[in-house]
């Protein structure tokens, strides 16, 4: 009537002692690892938008990995402000800046033409 002193039943205890130790260390280890992985979320998304701030945004990462995730919110938004072909924020003044440059090179265009022709004209009074 002693059951505690049965031996069959104490080695299917201490099987299952183990195998809740390996899946309480496997699930540590895969919430560590998950983590990590889930801080350098914003260093991702700035290496793909080409920022222009990569490193720090992935120091960063590191940082808030040590304060508990407290900058990573800020550093999402930070890594996303960032496009190459708008530049920062949500302005698409790009379209429009483009078409500007080429006015102002038409401009300069048509200004040294007239500045030619002024050191022309001067020069054939210096020569009269």
Do not use: C, K, N
């Not at 205890?13 to 889930?38: D, K, P, R, S």
């Not at 402000?81 to 924020?89: C, F, K, Q, T, V």
Request: charged fraction near 20%; aromatic fraction near 12%; glycine fraction near 8%.
């Amino acid at each position: 009537m002693l059951h505690y002193l049965d031996t069959t039943s104490m080695e299917g205890t201490l099987m299952l002692e183990y195998v809740a130790l390996g899946m309480l260390i496997f699930v540590g280890i895969t919430l560590f690892y998950g983590v990590i992985v889930i801080h350098d979320i914003p260093y991702e998304i700035a290496v793909h938008r080409h920022h222009p701030h990569q490193d720090a945004i992935h120091v960063a990462g590191w940082v808030s990995l040590f304060t508990l995730h407290v900058l990573w919110p800020f550093l999402w938004i930070w890594a996303t402000l960032y496009r190459a072909d708008r530049g920062w924020g949500f302005s698409t003044d790009g379209a429009d800046s483009t078409g500007e440059v080429e006015v102002l090179r038409q401009e300069v265009a048509e200004l040294r033409e007239q500045l030619e022709q002024l050191a022309a004209s001067h020069a054939q009074r210096e020569e009269g």
